[in-house]
């Protein structure tokens, strides 16, 4: 999870570092011409939640994003962890959620580019916290939803015997 989460996290520094200085606030780039209707580099700042939502209420993010990284370190070792789909969900919203209170912490609001034209501007640090929560989600579906071990029936085994009465009395 750590690892995935470090991975993450260095991803959406890096990619977020060469918007930075790469572009002006507002600018756009079309790293793939052809595609510059479907998809482009635009830089965006944003003080709210991922995809633009809740602007100017980035203090509330901050705690929120601290609570979400405490409760999944807190809570890891007390997950299903024994499969590496939960650890990659994990450290993918562990990461993600680092990744953007970095931002928040060290700039004031989260640095986004990923342009896609039909959806609000993201970062990889946004993809990661969707992507790891779905992952997760579908987990924890699949598991509520397989058959479940059905105890076997030990074979019935008679009562013991009880001491006979009779039916005639004796007066």
Do not use: C
């Amino acid at each position: 999870m750590l690892m995935v989460a470090a991975l993450v996290w260095l991803a959406d520094q890096a990619s977020k570092l060469y918007v930075v200085r790469n572009l002006a606030l507002g600018e756009v780039w079309a790293p793939i011409p052809s595609l510059e209707r479907f998809f482009t580099f635009t830089r965006t700042t944003n003080t709210g939640a991922a995809f633009g939502l809740f602007p100017n209420v980035g203090g509330l993010f901050v705690l929120i994003a601290i609570g979400v990284i405490i409760g999944i370190i807190m809570f890891y070792p007390r997950l299903p962890t024994e499969h590496r789909i939960v650890q990659v969900a994990l450290g993918l919203q562990l990461g993600g959620a680092l990744g953007n209170l970095t931002d928040r912490l060290t700039r004031g609001s989260v640095v986004d580019f990923l342009d896609f034209k039909f959806w609000p501007i993201f970062n990889v640090a946004d993809s990661a916290i969707v992507v790891g929560v779905l992952i997760l989600a579908f987990y924890l579906l699949r598991e509520d939803f397989q058959p479940k071990p059905v105890p076997t029936a030990e074979p019935p085994t008679e009562p013991p015997s009880l001491p006979r009465v009779d039916a005639e009395r004796t007066e």
